[in-house]
Structure formats: C-alpha cells, structure tokens
C-alpha cells in the first residue's frame, strides 16, 4: 500500500472509531497565507486598466472570492510555484487561479491572477508531441499567435474582438523565457499536485508542460500561458487519466494589491 493510501486508510480508522482527525491541515505555512476556505481580495484597478487597453482578461467578479483548493507545482526550476484557486475547472466551467511564485530565499517574487480563455484536447500524436514541445517545434516556438476568427468561435462579441484586435484579425504573444532571439525554447516541466479540502483527502495530481507568452498593453502586460496538462490520479483514482492544453490569461499583480483574510 502506498504511503498516501496508508494515510487515508489509517484516517479512515480513526474516523470510524470517533477520532478527531480534523486538527490536521495540508494547507499550512503557504505563501501570503493561503488556504483552502480563505477570502482573496484583489484591487480591481489592474483589471479595469487592461481590460480598457484591449487585454482579454474579464474584470473577476465580486463574489468569486473564495478560495477552493490549493496547489504546489514542482517544475524543473528555482524556487516554488503555488496556485490557490477561486475555481477548479475540473467541470469545463472556468477555471480561475491566483498564482505565486516564491524565490528561493522563500520571498514572494511574483503574482498572477489567471483565468481560462480555452480548452483543447490533442488528438493525434503529432499534436501531443507538439504541445509536449518534444518535436523541437510547438510549444516553446518564438511566439504564438491567436486570431480574430478563433476568439469569435469562443463566443466574444463584435465589441469584444474590437477592444482586443482593433481592424486587426490578430494579436501575437512573444515567448517570455529563455533566449529571446532563439526559434525554439524547450518548454517547463514537472507535476502539480492540488488538494481541494483542507486534509488533502481530495485533489488531483498532474503532470504540467508550459510555457509562458506576453505581449505588451499600454501601461502594462498581458500573458498566455499554454499548459499541457496530464492528469495522473484524481482522488486517488489513477484510472482517472487525460490529457488537455489549457490557455490561461493571465495579469501581474503588485503584493500590496492583494489580500487573504
């Protein structure tokens, strides 16, 4: 028996037997405070100033405050990388996120509240090994490129595609790591794991493939980070497996904009 399945199974005894196992919480000790049932609170300011400069990113809404699970991805880099999500996603809702990264001196270095534009699944073998970026071409290439056309099958309107591509029919995200002048950047890698209640009994582990894209608004900066995402276990179920690319948008944020209460 694995060391996690131990750990349920002996919790699991201890709840039969009337034992209070709800003294125990995996979501201590996060950066800013984190944890699963905490409030975040956001200054709108950063967010009405994209979202007037063309960004893509919908202004959050007021009460999608709460946050409900919260994650640690381990990639192949310094440093820590958390998300705390406000929603999972899990249901092809939207998924939204807050995501930290802390140096390795331990200090928060960077914010960014990020939102879902788009799902899509790679079908054949070629496109899974262009998202995994192990053709040398996909993801990590110079730059990426979205559409007018595209974003209107997602459902924005006349107003929406105006604000964001102006008489264009596109808008391009330049690759925001690695050698700039380079055609090709291999992408991040490494494993996300999310609990979604307070004694970890819930959650899901993944294995993550990104790259991050920006391009530049006036007074500031808008990101497109693409994921490949491929999904481990879920609650423990290891049956429970898929593979996904998603594309979130993403805002910086200042710490002194954010709050968890």
């Known amino acids: 028996m694995a060391w996690r399945d131990a750990y349920k199974y002996v919790r699991g005894i201890a709840a039969r037997h009337g034992m209070d196992s709800s003294e125990h919480r995996e979501d201590q000790s996060l950066p800013l405070g984190g944890r699963i049932g905490g409030m975040l609170k956001m200054q709108m300011t950063p ?40 929603a999972t996603g899990d249901d092809d809702g939207q998924e939204k996120y807050l995501q930290l990264y802390q140096d390795d001196k331990g200090q928060v270095a960077e914010l960014m509240y990020c939102t879902r534009l788009t799902r899509l699944i790679p079908e054949t073998e070629e496109d899974q090994e262009a998202y995994m970026g192990e053709a040398g071409y996909g993801l990590g290439d110079k730059s990426y490129t979205l559409w007018r056309e595209q974003l209107a099958g997602l459902g924005l309107d006349d107003a929406d595609l105006k604000s ?28 996300e794991t999310r609990i979604d209640d307070a004694g970890g009994e819930h959650g899901l582990k993944q294995q993550v493939v990104f790259m991050p894209y920006a391009r530049k608004l006036e007074g500031g900066t808008e990101f497109l980070l693409i994921t490949t995402e491929i999904v481990l276990s879920q609650d423990g179920d290891s049956n429970k497996r898929g593979i996904h690319v998603d594309f979130m948008i993403g805002i910086p944020l200042e710490q002194d904009r954010v709050v968890i209460q």
């Open 47 to 86: 967010f009405i100033h994209a979202s007037t400069n063309g960004s893509l990113m919908q202004i959050p809404d007021d009460r999608d405050t709460l946050i409900r699970a919260v994650s640690r991805v381990n990639l192949d880099m310094s440093g820590s990388l958390f998300r705390y999500y406000l």
């Open 164 to 191: 964001v591509f102006g008489d264009g029919d596109s808008i391009t995200y330049q690759r925001d790591a690695g050698d700039p002048q380079a055609e090709f950047v291999r992408p991040f890698s490494g494993t």
